[in-house]
């Protein structure tokens, strides 16, 4: 199976869900060159060099030094959000998670910079191996979300009152599958409604995720992205996750 990369901050511990905004249509925020200049800062791109020639090294290749360039792309991430597992009339199935931006080094190796909300500004919350988030984005229609369902690690085109898969992940669904946010609502209310924040579920401390032990084949566990001077902090340890197929 294949394994993508991160650099994790901190994990959900009060509920598996994140809880601001709503997703809508995905424009760019107006201050996205804010959030790319901090992918593009000196401090981010040194970590990304650490990060990918430890990649390097793991993977038997010779340590090395890495140059790295960071892209101009800006790709809003969204994330499944409590009020709509909670059933909430009218609420969307996703909040604006983080903003993607791609970087690459010379050897060709790929990552993604997560870049969060952290009061007014931009901060980068987390690092990520390859590049999911843009292939994947390369396969939505016009207008629509990249919704990402991190429990199962699946991944959706969410417009006009409708749910695409993109990548099934551990949903049981196929790619290519089309279900309407109503029968969406209901079956993440089913898999989930139980699991919130304040649940017995959380309380007996297993909020951030469930499924087998091996941390190689379990699901994504949501990240906490905002405000964690992960960057300046260096890499603090790994996580692994699916990588996507195809």
């Known amino acids: 199976m294949m394994t993508r990369v991160l650099i994790a901050g901190a994990v959900l511990t009060a509920g598996m869900f994140a809880t601001a905004g709503a997703a809508g249509a995905a424009p760019v925020p107006a201050d996205a060159d804010a959030a790319r200049s901090a992918a593009a800062a000196p401090s981010t791109v040194h970590a990304?060099?650490?990060?990918?020639?430890?990649?390097?090294?793991?993977?038997?290749?010779?340590?090395?030094?890495?140059?790295?360039?960071?892209?101009?792309?800006?790709?809003?991430?969204?994330?499944?959000?409590?009020?709509?597992?909670?059933?909430?009339?009218?609420?969307?199935?996703?909040?604006?998670?983080?903003?993607?931006?791609?970087?690459?080094?010379?050897?060709?190796?790929?990552?993604?910079?997560?870049?969060?909300?952290?009061g007014g500004g931009w901060t980068v919350g987390n690092l990520a191996s390859g590049d999911e988030e843009f292939r994947l984005a390369g396969k939505l229609p016009g207008g629509a979300v990249l919704l990402h369902e991190p429990q199962v690690d699946a991944w959706y085109a969410t417009e006009s009152g409708r749910l695409t898969v993109l990548d099934p992940g551990g949903s049981g669904r196929a790619a290519g599958d089309v279900v309407t946010v109503a029968d969406y609502q209901r079956a993440v209310g089913e898999r989930?409604?139980?699991?919130?924040?304040?649940?017995?579920?959380?309380?007996d401390g297993k909020a951030g995720g469930y499924g087998p032990s091996s941390e190689e084949d379990s699901p994504v566990l949501p990240l906490a992205l905002g405000g964690l001077g992960l960057v300046a902090a260096g890499v603090a340890g790994l996580r692994l996750r699916r990588a996507v197929r195809g």
Do not use: C, I, N
């Open 48 to 118: 990304l060099a650490g990060f990918l020639g430890d990649l390097r090294v793991r993977e038997g290749a010779p340590a090395a030094a890495t140059a790295v360039t960071v892209g101009e792309t800006v790709l809003p991430v969204y994330t499944l959000s409590a009020e709509f597992v909670a059933g909430a009339a009218g609420a969307e199935p996703g909040r604006l998670a983080y903003l993607a931006v791609p970087a690459v080094a010379g050897d060709g190796r790929t990552a993604t910079v997560q870049v969060v909300r952290d």
């Open 192 to 203: 989930y409604g139980d699991k919130q924040a304040g649940s017995g579920y959380a309380a």
